[in-house]
């Protein structure tokens, strides 16, 4: 099924005023980076040494001050301050829950907003980063769906959270020979604010310096990228990052998913699960993820559960099931606890893990669907949220 406009909407990348002066090199690829300081006058012969001396700097010590870097001449250093920055988005604020999640509100060129979580484990940490300023798809039961799209983030603007995070935990200088298990930031999950595959070119751009063995260095397999199921850019996904893939699923069933998940609208389950049998990286090693939110008496039936054993037959998976985490005007509430463990069962009886994720940051609207941006808000009443759910 061809979708009617482009799938990832690459004329959204744009701030509300467009940045001029010196170029940012945070983001930017090897390729581009190489052309610039040929630009700059940086001699052909110099050129892929300094290159990689600057991608090293910035990505495995995270200097973002061109006088630091001793390796370089004062002059050259001198040059590069002239015509580039190193600028990631601004801490607006940080919020710390009792548990030890950390929400970071960052502002982004032109003054928008997003938001990104740190989650710390034993034995690992993970940052959920976000991908648009607000979100197209209007998920029903997702606080960050009642914002509307505004634009998508710049390569910079998405691997910079991560820097972020890395100065926040003070991580930088402990990573020399740090393998992924030991790193405070060892996990990278693209499920924070909107659609990645609607930005597909910039969060591919990105993830590959997040991967990059001489860039951040982590691990495909440690990094996973949520979809609501946009199909078409599924199999595109494997070729061209390679890295792990989750499915925001939620529903068994066209009417339900419908008003859960409104792309279904558009790929409906049949597509969509036709379109994971087929993914390029299936197999018992990278399994995909369905993420299932649950739901009081909406999603959360045991016929729910047996229809969806049914429904990813053939699929190495997991099913993390995600106990809806309640906002400010949710039409929702969270599933029964008895409840949620008898789906648990069917699934795990069937042969596929069903962990039950802990809910992480309630404190502080940090948890999974919680995230929105602070001065985007649209201000919609729990009637009208409710009306667009169609419940």
């Known amino acids: 099924m061809k979708p009617s406009a482009p799938i990832t909407h690459d004329l959204l990348t744009?701030?509300?005023?467009?940045?001029?002066?010196?170029?940012n090199l945070i983001g930017m690829s090897r390729a581009v980076m190489l052309e610039k300081l040929l630009e700059i006058g940086t001699p052909e012969k110099q050129v892929k040494m300094r290159a990689a001396q600057l991608?090293?700097?910035?990505?495995?010590?995270?200097?973002r001050n061109f006088s630091h870097m001793s390796n370089l001449s004062k002059n050259y250093r001198e040059l590069l301050s002239e015509k580039f920055i190193?600028?990631?988005?601004?801490?607006?604020?940080?919020?710390?829950s009792k548990d030890g999640t950390r929400k970071y509100l960052l502002?982004?060129?032109?003054?928008?907003?997003?938001?990104?979580?740190?989650?710390?484990?034993?034995?690992?940490?993970?940052?959920?980063?976000?991908?648009?300023?607000?979100?197209?798809?209007?998920?029903?039961?997702?606080?960050?769906?009642?914002?509307?799209?505004?634009?998508?983030?710049?390569?910079g603007e998405i691997v910079g959270q991560v820097l972020i995070a890395r100065d926040d935990l003070g991580e930088w200088k402990n990573l020399n020979g740090a393998n992924n298990e030991t790193r405070l930031l060892s996990n990278v999950v693209l499920m924070g604010m909107g659609e990645p595959l609607y930005n597909f070119e910039n969060v591919r751009d990105a993830l590959?310096?997040?991967?990059?063995?001489?860039?951040?260095?982590?691990?495909?397999?440690?990094?996973?990228?949520?979809?609501?199921?946009?199909?078409?850019e599924i199999s595109r996904t494997a070729d061209e990052i390679?890295?792990?893939?989750?499915v925001s699923f939620h529903?068994?069933?066209?009417?339900?998913?419908?008003?859960?998940?409104?792309?279904?609208?558009?790929?409906?389950?049949?597509?969509?699960?036709?379109?994971?049998?087929g993914y390029p990286r299936l197999s018992n090693s990278e399994r995909i993820t369905f993420e299932y939110v649950m739901i009081k008496d909406v999603n959360d039936s045991e016929l729910d559960a047996y229809r969806l054993v049914k429904l990813i037959a053939g699929i190495p998976a997991k099913i993390n099931l995600i106990p809806f985490n309640e906002w400010?005007?949710?039409?929702?509430?969270?599933?029964?606890?008895?409840?949620?463990?008898?789906?648990?069962?069917?699934?795990?009886?069937?042969?596929?893990a069903s962990p039950v994720r802990t809910p992480r940051g309630e404190d502080i609207m940090a948890a999974c669907g919680q995230l929105k941006s602070e001065t985007e808000r649209q201000q919609k009443s729990k009637k009208e949220i409710t009306m667009e759910a169609g419940i």
Not at 55 to 63: A, S
Not at 108 to 136: D, K, N
Not at 255 to 264: A, G, S
Request: hydrophobic share 35%; glycine share 8%.
């Open 14 to 23: 744009i701030p509300r005023t467009l940045p001029s002066g010196p170029v």
């Open 107 to 155: 502002q982004l060129a032109g003054g928008h907003e997003v938001e990104a979580v740190y989650i710390p484990e034993e034995g690992r940490g993970t940052l959920c980063v976000s991908s648009q300023v607000g979100c197209t798809l209007t998920c029903s039961f997702c606080h960050t769906g009642t914002q509307k799209l505004v634009r998508n983030l710049t390569p």
């Open 251 to 277: 529903g068994t069933t066209d009417e339900i998913r419908d008003k859960l998940v409104p792309i279904n609208k558009k790929w409906n389950i049949e597509t969509l699960i036709k379109a994971l049998k």
């Open 328 to 352: 400010p005007g949710s039409p929702y509430r969270r599933s029964e606890w008895p409840q949620i463990k008898k789906f648990a069962d069917i699934i795990h009886r069937a042969g596929y």
């Open 55 to 63: 991608w090293q700097w910035i990505y495995q010590k995270g200097e």
């Open 242 to 246: 390679g890295c792990l893939l989750a």
């Open 208 to 232: 590959k310096i997040v991967m990059d063995p001489e860039g951040i260095c982590l691990s495909r397999k440690r990094i996973t990228l949520s979809t609501s199921g946009v199909v078409p």
């Open 86 to 96: 190193l600028d990631v988005p601004k801490v607006i604020s940080k919020q710390c």
